[in-house]
């Protein structure tokens, strides 16, 4: 039996008209994909899904002769992880604005958390989630964002005229957004509005996380570009202190800087 649970949004001005326009929930069989219309959706499974910090992966980007991803592709992946290994999350809205995660769960830790919460019922959320429990490892579940194919996400995505893909950056001392992909002006937007919330945030167009490319899951928009955050380990920290012992502990521990860091990207896509 899945049990969902909203939570009592830290952003609550905008999610009461969107609650009129969503109206479809619904559980597909086969692996885990989830619709739902309540932001932040857990289940028993996921509930007790445990994670350690992962990889955090720094490859993104970075060509295929040194990616130390395990798989090439979602179909190498679902031929091999058992369907409890993830799951797929999404909603959509009357919006062409996606907020989304290739690398949720226990794979890059929060990016799930704080998708959710930006798109809350306004824009449409996705997350590949990683759910393994801590010695079985959810890095595995990484597959580099060129490469990413899961069909649901490419789905949404490339329906989607504005995109925000967060992922995390692993480093355990700095404090930084990277702002990446190939959208300039909401690159500008984030950063910007990222900064008069009190949050350092880089522009990111030349290093091997930058999400230049084309091909990068951030850039399969409509307009063929889409803005990409690497948020550094010790920034979701800040956002989340409990970040690494599994989804529950990790939505109770939200800190004033996650209401903060939500509220500039809300205003960032708007
Ligand atoms: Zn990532």
């Known amino acids: 039996m899945k049990n969902q649970q909203s939570f009592s949004h830290l952003i609550s001005s905008s999610f009461t008209m969107g609650m009129f326009a969503l109206g479809i929930i619904g559980f597909?069989?086969?692996?885990?994909?989830?619709?739902?219309?309540?932001?932040?959706?857990?289940t028993e499974q996921y509930e007790e899904a445990m994670e350690v910090n992962c990889a955090d992966h720094a490859t993104h980007g970075k060509s295929p002769a040194i990616l130390a991803d395990t798989y090439a592709n979602f179909a190498a992946l679902a031929a091999t992880e058992a369907s409890s290994a993830y799951s797929k999350q999404w909603r959509t809205t009357s919006s062409t604005t996606i907020i989304c995660t290739p690398h949720g769960g226990g794979i890059e830790a929060g990016t799930t958390e704080i998708c959710d919460s930006v798109a809350g019922n306004d824009y449409d959320f996705y997350s590949f989630t990683g759910l393994k429990t801590p010695n079985s490892g959810n890095a595995t579940l990484h597959?580099?964002?060129v490469n990413f194919d899961e069909p649901k996400g490419d789905e949404l995505i490339k329906a989607a005229s504005k995109a925000l893909v967060l992922h995390g950056k692993a480093d355990n001392n700095n404090e930084i957004v990277y702002v990446g992909g190939r959208d300039a002006a909401l690159r500008t937007k984030v950063k910007s509005e990222l900064e008069a919330e009190g949050f350092t945030a880089i522009i990111d167009t030349t290093?091997?996380?930058?999400?230049?490319?084309?091909?990068?899951?951030?850039n399969r928009t409509t307009s063929e570009k889409g803005c990409q955050l690497e948020i550094t380990t010790k920034l979701r920290?800040?956002?989340?202190?409990?970040?690494?012992?599994?989804?529950?502990?990790?939505m109770n521990s939200r800190t004033i800087h996650f209401t903060k860091f939500v509220r500039a990207l809300r205003k960032a896509v708007q």
């Open 28 to 42: 597909s069989v086969g692996c885990r994909e989830v619709q739902t219309n309540q932001p932040v959706e857990t």
């Open 143 to 145: 597959i580099t964002s």
């Open 207 to 218: 290093s091997s996380i930058s999400g230049q490319a084309k091909a990068n899951f951030t």
């Open 237 to 250: 920290q800040k956002l989340m202190s409990n970040l690494f012992n599994g989804p529950t502990n990790r």
